[in-house]
């Protein structure tokens, strides 16, 4: 039992260069999160998804697009990249929503965009 | 609406000393109220959470919190810090009714603890 498992781990990118980050959870979560974490800002919410299939925008979600096309995968791509985008980003799972249950994050992939 | 103050940004104590890092929080209905632990370049564990069942919540590690409705504030506790207590911690709120995305972190509190 793995988790919540993010690849990569560490990436820089030039500005306008694209990437995916993965996410991936054994636990068979129904929500899934990515936040982004900055310096004395908490973490942000980005986007998240309810299921399979379905997807919804967060706090912070210009520049980001995500996809659930299967039930343990979310992903995170960036289609062209921004110094702004440089932080440490954080995905999530949680059961089906109870508002007591907690979220399982992944260890985080830090990325650099030069 | 709801949202999550962690009152100190930094807070520093010695070894062998207690630790108080301080939350309120807003919500208009009844909350559920969570602390997670971050340590250097990791991601967020679960300390304890608050799901109404008692005020008085323990968590992993000696860590406890007491959820005081009548001041809004759900503040961590340990008797005696222990250098492997140094790390970033997290107050986080969930609305009362089903929501994906009502889930408001606070800013953090990054607990340092000295020899």
């Known amino acids: 039992n793995a988790g919540v498992t993010q690849t990569p781990k560490f990436r820089v990118l030039k500005t306008g260069q694209s990437m995916t980050l993965l996410c991936a959870q054994d636990m068979n979560h129904e929500y899934m999160y990515w936040y982004r974490q900055d310096p004395g800002m908490g973490l942000r919410l980005i986007h998240y998804s309810v299921g399979e299939g379905t997807t919804a925008k967060g706090e912070v979600p210009d520049g980001y697009n995500v996809s659930r096309l299967k039930k343990q995968n979310f992903l995170l791509g960036l289609e062209s990249a921004a110094p702004s985008q440089t932080s440490v980003y954080f995905c999530?799972?949680?059961?089906?929503?109870?508002?007591?249950?907690?979220?399982?994050f992944g260890p985080g992939t830090r990325l650099t965009v030069l | 609406a709801q949202s999550v103050t962690q009152l100190d940004s930094h807070v520093s104590v010695s070894e062998g000393t207690p630790v108080l890092l301080r939350c309120n929080y807003s919500?208009?209905?009844?909350?559920?109220l969570f602390w997670y632990v971050q340590h250097p370049n990791k991601g967020l564990q679960l300390l304890l959470k608050y799901t109404s069942a008692a005020t008085l919540v323990k968590g992993i590690n000696g860590f406890e919190a007491e959820f005081k409705k009548s001041e809004t504030s759900f503040h961590l506790t340990k008797p005696s810090a222990h250098m492997s207590d140094a790390a970033e911690y997290f107050c986080?709120?969930?609305?009362?009714?089903?929501?994906?995305?009502?889930?408001?972190f606070g800013s953090g509190t990054r607990l340092s603890i000295r020899p």
């Open positions: 986080v709120v969930t609305s009362g009714y089903s929501s994906a995305s009502k889930i408001i």
């Open positions: 999530a799972s949680r059961p089906r929503d109870r508002v007591w249950n907690e979220q399982f």
């Open positions: 919500s208009s209905y009844s909350p559920s």
